[in-house]
DNA sequence: ACGATGCTTCGGTCGTGACCGAAGCATTTG
DNA sequence: CAAATGCTTCGGTCACGACCGAAGCATCGT
């Protein structure tokens, strides 16, 4: 009635999302990258004509921005934000209400290591904030997080082009939470240009067809040494999900 | 695919949020209070039969929560996640692509203050959370904020009840995003005591039919007095929606 | 210029789901 | 025990939207 934000336009996003063939396509933007119209139909198991129809309402409902290049048009999430609003409905459904909740291997890999939109997502990028925050490169307090001056030496030195003009416009460094941790990671230029490094040190492997992240050798020793993080050294893994199921389940119990 | 929260799933809760009737319904129970099916038929305009099936849509799909008392049922959100979706949902809108973003009074009054599920929101929360943190009862960090001991006798002091049963099992205190400011404010039991302890104080005042919270006389002086915040001191109001305006338009340009 | 490729628009079919009237169960009240 | 109230289930109508085949428009390659 006299709500702010009208239900109506709540109602509008919820049923551009609330179509399993658009989900689909909205999941597999979610690494960030873009995908021409052709893969996303072929992706999402329907004809091109139809995705294309898809693809108009998700742009024209502002998840999704096109950029043309030839006769190709390239399609991604069109802001960090629609990225989040994803996540957390895979909040809502991981620390849900009961129902299966998925514990695979491939599971166990998203939580460990996976793109979320940009940057660096999962139980590896909760550690490496921890690690940078307690060797004072950043400060996470009130929501944003800050570079410090060493900060942004290390970072420099380690590899990350912070002036790309690529990440331009940007915040720099931006605490995101992390639905399966429940904890913040980073968001931003900073994390945008780490993930990257990882990628190029061959540290991380994307796994196709997946937001996953695959921890090479390399990555195995070099997240060791720079972040004192070692693989198997997951007890906030577990923890994390327990957390997950008790905030999940609110107190309901009123003096009534 | 391959993906860790199917598309499906997704896609499953999309389309509950993506009815009229049931945003709707959602947006009713916003402030976190329960009201009768009857109470939300009447509200989102629309017969008891309908009204009740969709509440079994939302309840299955695990967004509400059931209560049943009497021969009445009231209905509730299940969990301040579900708000969280919400608000992000909004967050997408009133950040968004262009299109018409509401400046009405009510808007004013609902940037100013609102209740989020069941805790304080918008402009005056973020500047109570802010004003707490540099007296040093809080600290917001790494996503959790912690209650100092200093902080905890002046929250007695200042009458909130935060051994309330009612509230048991709850976080103490939580950090929450703010869809209009972009900045943290308190939820949890912290939040949501003093919400409760504001509107015994007659502080503030609940507006019929709508989230937006009115600052009274009292609640002026008060606010002044213990948060050091004057209304119309909002330089951070037309900031913060501005600010949004910017986050929302990230950087597309690529080097391609 | 010609055909091939990538994508969109058009037209028509079909399934899903929102809605209400009527009837059915509970619970409370007289 | 009846009548009233609050909500749900059932049955049937209707509209919206997802899908594909066919055709139409661009752009690229030769």
Redesign the interface.
Known sequence: ?????S??????????????T???I??TLMDGRAFSAGELAA?SGVTPQTASGHLAKLTEA??V?V?Q?GRHRYF?L?????A???E??????????L?YR?TGP??RA??LA?TCYDHLAGHLAVRVA?NM?VRGFI?????TAVLSKEGRRYVCDFGVDLEN???????LCR?C?DWSE???HLGGRLGSGLLDRFVALGWLRR?P????LLITRAGETGFAREFAFRVGDEQGDDMGASLNT???????????
Chains 1, 2 share one sequence.
């Open positions: 009635m006299t709500n702010f934000v239900a109506n336009r709540i109602a509008e996003i919820g049923a551009v999302i609330g179509d399993v658009r989900a689909t909205l999941m992706e502002g998840l921005t950029h290049q991604r069109s802001s960090g934000d629609v989040e609003l994803i957390g409905v895979s909040a809502l459904i991981a620390a849900g209400p129902r998925p491939k599971d998203m939580r996976r921890e925050e400060s996470l307090s009130d929501g003009p690529a990440y331009c416009r940007r915040d605490a939470l429940r904890r913040f796994m067809g997946s937001r996953a008790g905030a999940g389940r609110d107190a309901f119990e009123d003096a009534s």
